[in-house]
């Protein structure tokens, strides 16, 4: 009788989690653990330096999502690339991002490419739309 009280308790959990978090529209999604190493491949050849024995120093912090294959991404890593090495905003379709870490900012890659949020928008990978997306779950 306690197994079947317990299962019971089990799926009345799983079930309340699953459905907090298909009701809430700003839940960070995962990125697969593939992309995520060719990501942080790609991160160490656009850094000063290339060695690929320090792919294990860069960390993606937050995966934001994936819109029009471009992955939207904080990491850091041994060097910086594209960032400023202060804190500092941006402002794209009315949204403000500020970022107060230290080589902390927001990345898109495509195709084995960096952008910034900006970059991006401007060269239409990212759309308005993805940019109020990405900022609703930066505000986290």
Known sequence: MKIIKLMSLSFILVVS??????????????????IALTIRQDYIVASVRQD?????????????????NSVVLALSGMDSILIDQYGGSETIAG??????????QILVWNDGSFFTLTDAHTQNLLTDDN??????????
């Open 52 to 68: 690929a024995n320090v792919v294990d120093e860069v960390i993606i912090h937050v995966y934001y999502g994936t819109f029009n």
């Open 17 to 34: 989690v699953i459905l907090v978090a298909c009701g809430n529209g700003n839940v960070m999604p995962e990125l697969d653990s593939e």
């Open 95 to 104: 949204k403000t991002f500020s970022y107060t870490q230290i080589g902390f």
């Open 131 to 140: 940019i109020v997306k990405i900022w609703n779950l930066h505000q986290k």
